[in-house]
């Protein structure tokens, strides 16, 4: 949850690099996040920047950020995923689609435009991939 007095730019990097850790297949990840509508704007295009500058590659180069899924049928997974999420009307923000090459890369991803309900936001995607959506006010 990111609240309304953050500063989105310095927890921006931190969330990302917490969130895409081992491309975001590590059980501590975050799967999701929540942020207050005061900052949502700058959080999912700061997010969307980190997506979009990270170097997706071999794991085994040094100057990769993101390596591979584990396998093929993760990889698809993650994609069957986020399709849902298109096809009910979220914005992918940036990524989106898996990347050409061996090996079983996905790019980076950014959704936006999604609720509970939505697969990709009850469902662990084990993926790089990020449902961002927003709230206005934290009742106990």
Do not use: W
Not at 8 to 27: H, T
Not at 126 to 138: K, Q
Request: hydrophobic content about 40%.
């Amino acid at each position: 949850m990111v609240l309304e007095d953050a500063d989105v730019g310095r927890i921006a990097q931190r969330l990302f690099a917490a969130a895409f850790d081992n491309n975001g297949q590590a059980c501590v990840a975050p799967k999701r996040v929540y942020a207050h509508q005061r900052v949502y704007g700058a959080l999912v295009e700061a997010l969307a920047e980190c997506a979009r500058s990270a170097k997706v590659g071999d794991g085994f180069d040094p100057t990769s950020e993101l390596g591979p899924l584990s396998n093929s049928a993760q990889r698809t997974r993650v994609a069957e995923l986020v399709d849902d999420a298109s096809a009910g009307g979220a914005t992918i923000v940036t990524g989106g689609h898996a990347l050409p090459g061996p090996g079983f890369y996905y790019a980076p991803t950014i959704v936006t435009g999604v609720s509970n309900g939505v697969r990709l936001v009850d469902e662990e995607q084990f993926g790089p991939v990020l449902p961002v959506m927003s709230f206005s006010g934290v009742e106990a």
